[in-house]
């Protein structure tokens, strides 16, 4: 069974394909990075092959093969859901080079090129949302290379600039509810600021303080920071 | 006075302006089991656009593979998908004795398809017992973690541990069956089964269940094979696939179990296919309990693989040195690579490893069942109300540790 795969494969493809082996009885068959896209289209429209199924796709990295040779290995495994085949496709991306993305052949390649960018730092050309998945968008470097250290740490990242973050809590220091529990007797004695220091404001209660305030202040680092956090101490005003 | 509808001119008019409302889910959502962060675009409570992303429990389980010996990545695999760490721990030995072609003693394999199949179980107990939970049947979560944990005293009596068990060896397992074994198992399968009458009886007659569950989350035939979905998933679909079958590994073949399939790839289909999968599973255990030999080795009779008995290292110049070579070196498959896969719980798992020829693995890729599964998500619930996500989330089983490795 297995055997015919390669063996149409070569009929089929000719020269395209590279080279054929089968070790411990998995069919791997190696392609030229040009002809990754048309492979894989074929392997998955030709009638007696139906590699429908998606399975995998990931990457080896060999830093020792350079100069001379590519430095990753591209693997791709598919099989057929129909007639119950599988294949390893393998082709070789030198450092820095692109390959072509598979997601117009198999919808499952979009998170797994994903991954191997992410891991790897290898560029899948025509990808439509080729970004970092596993890890964040700050971090320096790709992790599976084995030229990165595994006790690396990473540096600390600043918070990011989100647009319309205004929008969105912490508060300012004259909004919000403060994070202690309420006191419901002083609320219903009347002391609004208990609840919302907004309320506390309007209740003649609390002083309400403006930016500017804050910045001619002595304690201004003091306010500064707590202007992230609800609102100071009842009663201030 | 009421406003009047009659006083606007068309219906249009009594539409209020509105943009689509960008709401973060995660990644720490209580409704949600497993740490992921969806961002959703929602239009009232439709969902536009979703951009799931995966990653919080990324931990570097590939890289943390490339610093030890082959025996190392055991303790790794458990924390994979911690539902069911057997299936991961016999799924990394199976692929390292693929590429050292060995097979391990019949008992030995008896003895993986009993241990992975309760695995298998609790698996599914708790996908289908946490999902229900979240459409608020508390009571079927409580039955099924009841009898999940009975499955785990068996699995702590014969591992020694309740959930990262490190048990599976590569030619073998750590240790024989105790004496008790058959009879406690056959015990607890009995209350397997009596706790899966009683969650069916409970939900799939309530029609509030039914009606979260059906027609809901909705993957097509076509689109979850390109997706790569596998396992419950894509069975749920109508696809026959499962690894046991379609390509049998140790003694799957010698067992007469089905592969249950869905008709239609919704909610309601995953959590029948998990069911009766439960059931096939306490079917298989039964068949091997019988066939299953009393007596002989669990491991492969050769020093270069397996840890000499303790009795051989204390007192034997042999056992000595076959113990420090493979306590200090690890043992040295030949140069290659293999892809070596099984059915796990939530799908093919599969471990591509490759092999320098050193103690140590060059790489090992593990192929979580959960990612691509997991992929399939924003087809699922495009186009579906926000509170539909948590159904179909819950019945994808997106486990963190095996999904973000």
């Given at each position: 069974m297995s055997k015919k795969v390669l063996d149409r494969l070569k009929k089929e493809l000719g020269d395209t394909i590279l080279e054929t082996s089968n070790f411990r009885g998995d069919d791997t068959a190696w392609v030229a990075p040009k002809d990754w896209v048309k492979v894989a289209t074929f392997l998955r429209d030709d009638d007696a092959l139906q590699m429908d199924h998606f399975i995998d796709l990931t990457a080896v990295d060999y830093p020792e093969r350079e100069p001379d040779d590519a430095r990753f290995d591209v693997l791709l495994s598919v099989r057929s859901a129909g007639k119950n085949h599988r294949l390893r496709l393998k082709t070789k991306v030198e450092a820095g080079a692109d390959l072509a993305t598979l997601t117009g052949v198999w919808a499952g390649a979009d998170w797994a090129e994903r991954e191997v960018y992410d891991m790897f730092g290898i560029k899948f050309s025509d990808h439509p949302d080729l970004r970092r998945i596993l890890l964040y968008e700050e971090f320096e470097g790709h992790p599976l290379l084995k030229d990165y250290p595994i006790e690396r740490t990473q540096p600390l990242v600043p918070y990011r600039d989100v647009e319309?973050?205004?929008?969105?809590?912490?508060?300012?220091?004259?909004?919000?509810?403060?994070f202690a529990r309420v006191d419901w007797k002083e609320r219903l004695a009347g002391n609004d600021a208990q609840v919302s220091p907004s309320l506390g404001v309007d209740a003649g209660q609390l002083r309400n303080i403006s930016d500017s305030q804050i910045a001619e202040s002595e304690h201004s680092d003091m306010l500064q920071t707590l202007a992230g956090s609800p609102a100071p101490a009842p009663g201030e005003g | 006075m009421e406003p009047t509808?009659?006083?606007?001119?068309?219906?249009?008019?009594?539409?209020l302006p509105s943009e689509p409302m960008r709401l973060n889910m995660g990644p720490a959502h209580p409704a949600v089991h497993g740490t992921i962060r969806m961002v959703l675009d929602l239009d009232g409570e439709t969902v536009q656009n979703v951009d799931v992303q995966p990653g919080?429990?990324?931990?570097?389980f590939e890289k943390s593979c490339e610093?030890?010996?082959?025996?190392?990545?055991f303790p790794y695999t458990d924390r994979l998908n911690y539902c069911s760490p057997m299936l991961n721990n016999v799924g990394f030995a199976l692929a390292v004795e693929k590429l050292l072609d060995i097979e391990v003693p019949e008992r030995a394999q008896y003895y993986r398809v009993i241990l992975g199949e309760l695995a298998r179980i609790t698996d599914h107990m708790i996908c289908n017992g946490a999902g229900a939970m979240e459409l608020g049947a508390f009571t079927p979560f409580l039955w099924l973690l009841k009898v999940r944990d009975w499955v785990w005293d068996v699995l702590e009596r014969e591992t020694?541990?309740?959930?990262?068990?490190?048990?599976?060896?590569?030619?073998?397992?750590?240790a024989p069956p105790t004496e008790t074994f058959a009879e406690d198992v056959t015990d607890l399968l009995e209350q397997v089964e009596k706790v899966t009458i009683e969650t069916e009886a409970l939900l799939l007659r309530n029609r509030i269940f039914v009606d979260r569950m059906q027609d809901v989350g909705i993957l097509s035939k076509e689109l979850a094979l390109s997706m790569g979905a596998t396992g419950p998933v894509l069975r749920?679909?109508?696809?026959?696939?499962d690894v046991r079958k379609a390509h049998p590994y140790m003694v799957y073949d010698r067992f007469d179990f089905e592969v249950p399939i869905g008709h239609k790839g919704d909610t309601y289909d995953r959590f029948l296919v998990r069911m009766e999968e439960i059931r096939q599973s306490v079917s298989i255990i039964r068949q091997a309990l019988e066939q299953m030999p009393t007596d002989g080795p669990v491991n492969v009779d050769d020093p270069r693989i397996v840890l000499p008995e303790k009795r051989e290292v204390y007192n034997t110049i042999e056992g000595t040195i076959a113990h420090f070579k493979l306590v200090m070196e690890g043992l040295k498959p030949p140069k290659g690579e293999v892809y070596g896969y099984t059915e796990g719980a939530n799908g093919e798992l599969g471990f591509f490893i490759v092999s320098d020829g050193s103690g140590t693995p060059y790489r090992v890729r593990v192929r979580p069942p959960c990612w691509f599964n997991l992929q399939g998500v924003r087809s699922m619930v495009m186009g579906g109300m926000l509170a539909d996500i948590i159904p179909t989330f819950g019945s994808i089983n997106m486990i963190g540790g095996e999904c973000d490795r």
């Open positions: 319309d973050i205004a929008k969105l809590p912490p508060f300012g220091l004259d909004e919000g509810q403060p | 509808y009659e006083a606007f001119e068309d219906d249009a008019a009594l539409e919080y429990l990324h931990r570097g610093r030890g010996t082959w025996a190392q990545v020694g541990s309740r959930m990262t068990h490190s048990f599976g060896r590569i030619g073998g397992m750590a749920s679909t109508g696809v026959d696939y």
